[in-house]
């Protein structure tokens, strides 16, 4: 009999391919330096869409409003290099801290119900936050946002430079730690026991797991990672608008993550690179209609498949 | 809680249950002492697995309570009552379809040592837990496919799973609601001997509909009908019963 442990952590064992990947990723900023934008936009996207996919892939919670927390650590990162002090990194703490928090408090509500009172709910609490961040305009600058945060240097040693490397390599770097976090976490007996409540509810209680507390703190956590994508928004664009709270930005992460994929770390990021891609070719060749396209795309990805759209070897792959 | 020489681990009192108007358990009593082989049976929708589930806490009752080892256990919440040594089966399997046994085992001794919560070290990076996982396995015949996917695996190696499972948490009291049903009769000798081998210090509570089975391993029976207990006795008497072989047999109105 091959023997327990290595079948069981071979899941989490490093691939080449994902070495490969994540130094790809990490050089990027300097092999494209004239793409750091977009790249800096992808990478808050990916892990935007990876903080969802630990609740909706991993643990079966369904979200239309993960965007409250995505916004919520945007404007607290903002507000905090206004009033506290500039510099990024402990901006970033903050966002994600208060994101957690906020989190904590919303799990609450999407414990009990089923997956449509949570797709209410969780829009709901985005809508809420969104009226909020409009309405207390002498916290949030109302409408028009809260414009030209001042960043200290990252580490106090690289200065934001206006073409965005310093921006795309910082959002890179907190990005990859966090991925390395959430691995681990994925993979390890409380990332089974995720799968577990996912799988079959029931049974996960019949086992004795702890099925609400399970759910609330990885709620928490995927709020909080939500909450850091966000702060590096903030950060890297200096901005902060009632938008980060858009319904869009919550639908558009389950769009990713229908594309890339669930319940798999490189479904959200492959998804990330795809969809932003996507928007920004269609729209610079058709810039009212790019959203016509995208739909065609989704279409055209549900009725071939994800497996032969994104892989187009596996077309001649036997099957 | 000592009432006789014997010690009783798990109680049930007065329990009642209801469904709107309908009651599905009748002021149901039941006691079993450590180390028994209890079957419990019954025509079907007497309301064997509505008892099962309020005893585990799937269901509340409506009226009475539960003790388990003297405690008073009817508000607890299912995981907490596992963690007490309370554990099940299911009638319909219920597993997790996108693991592997493997995986389900490792993950369901993980929480049964407490290892839940520990995000920071793989499944499978604890040796204790993966030479009991190969035990389990090898236990059940399920070492062959333990590293399928459970939803592919043939309707026998789900249900020893589905007993692998429950063992894995190491219970004191298992309740086990038909253990046997839809097994093919070439895999029922293997799940029969599994059941017959547990050990001796764990109090089984068997709900069954093959006799067969009931009569070589309980040593103490309850027929439930209409969500009443109608009598309890030991095999023997049982078997003789009027009662129980009218209601078996049909020749009264009683049928649930």
């Given amino acids: ?319 | 809680m000592n009432t006789t020489d014997q010690e009783i681990v798990l109680s049930a009192q007065g329990l009642v249950k209801r469904f709107g108007g309908i009651t599905a358990t009748g002021n149901v009593s039941l006691s079993l002492c450590k180390g028994a082989r209890h079957a419990l049976i019954g025509p079907n929708g007497a309301g064997k697995t509505t008892l099962i589930n309020l005893l585990t806490g799937v269901l509340q009752p409506t009226e009475g309570s539960i003790f388990l080892n003297g405690q008073d256990i009817t508000r607890l919440p299912p995981h907490q009552r596992v963690h007490r040594g309370m554990v099940r089966t299911f009638q319909i399997n219920q597993l997790f379809d996108t693991l592997t046994p493997l995986q389900t085992l490792a993950l369901t001794l993980s929480q049964h040592y407490r290892h839940g919560m520990r995000w920071w070290k793989a499944l499978g990076n604890n040796h204790r837990i993966n030479e009991r996982c190969e035990e389990l396995l090898e236990q059940f015949h399920l070492a062959e496919v333990m590293n399928q996917q459970t939803r592919h695996l043939a309707y026998g190696k789900r249900r020893l799973l589905e007993i692998a499972i429950a063992l894995a948490c190491e219970p004191r009291v298992l309740l086990l609601d038909e253990p046997v049903a839809g097994v093919p009769a070439g895999e029922r000798e293997e799940l029969l001997a599994t059941v017959t081998a547990l050990p001796e210090e764990v109090s089984v509570l068997l709900i069954e509909h093959d006799m067969d089975l009931v009569f070589n391993f309980a040593k103490c029976m309850t027929v439930l009908v209409n969500g009443t207990v109608l009598t309890e006795g030991d095999p023997d008497a049982i078997a003789k019963n009027e009662q129980v072989k009218a209601v078996y047999l049909g020749t009264e109105a009683a049928h649930g």
């Avoid at chain 1, 927390?69 to 994600?96: C, E, N, Q, R, T």
């Avoid at chain 1, 119900?113 to 609490?125: I, K, Q």
């Fill in chain 1, 1 to 319: 009999m091959e023997s327990a442990s290595l079948s069981l952590q071979a899941h989490s064992r490093w691939k080449h391919l994902e070495t490969v990947f994540w130094l790809f990723a990490l050089l990027s900023p300097w092999l494209l330096a004239k793409h750091a934008l977009i790249i800096n936009e992808i990478v808050i996207v990916a892990l935007f869409a990876l903080s969802l996919d630990l609740i909706l892939g991993y643990t079966g919670i369904v979200s239309l409003g993960h965007a409250a927390f995505f916004g919520f650590g945007a404007y607290s990162a903002a507000l905090f290099a206004i009033h506290v002090m500039p510099d990024p990194l402990l901006g970033l703490l903050f966002g994600a801290g208060i994101s957690l928090l906020l989190g904590a408090l919303c799990s609450v509500l999407i414990l009990r119900g089923s997956d449509l009172t949570r797709l209410m709910v969780t829009l709901a609490v985005a809508l809420i936050l969104k009226e909020l961040s409009n309405k207390l305009s002498w916290l949030t600058g109302g409408t028009d946002g809260l414009q030209g945060v001042m960043m200290g240097p990252v580490l106090g040693k690289f200065d934001f430079d206006i073409r965005g490397i310093t921006a795309a390599w910082y959002s890179l770097a907190v990005t990859f730690l966090l991925f390395l976090l959430i691995r681990r976490l994925v993979h390890s007996p409380f990332g089974a026991t995720l799968t577990a409540i996912r799988d079959n509810r029931l049974r996960a209680m019949a086992i004795g797991i702890p099925v609400s507390t399970r759910i609330a703190v990885i709620y928490s956590i995927s709020a909080a990672i939500a909450g850091a994508a966000g702060a590096l928004l903030a950060q890297t664009s200096s901005f902060a608008s009632p938008d980060v709270f858009a319904f869009d930005r919550s639908a558009d992460i389950l769009l990713i993550l229908v594309i890339g994929g669930t319940g798999w770390l490189y479904g959200g990021i492959i998804g990330a690179i795809v969809f932003k891609l996507l928007q920004d070719v269609i729209s610079s060749i058709t810039p009212e209609y790019w959203t016509f396209w995208i739909g065609a795309f989704l279409i055209a990805l549900v009725i071939v498949g994800r497996e032969r759209f994104l892989y187009p070897w596996k077309w001649f792959a036997k099957r």
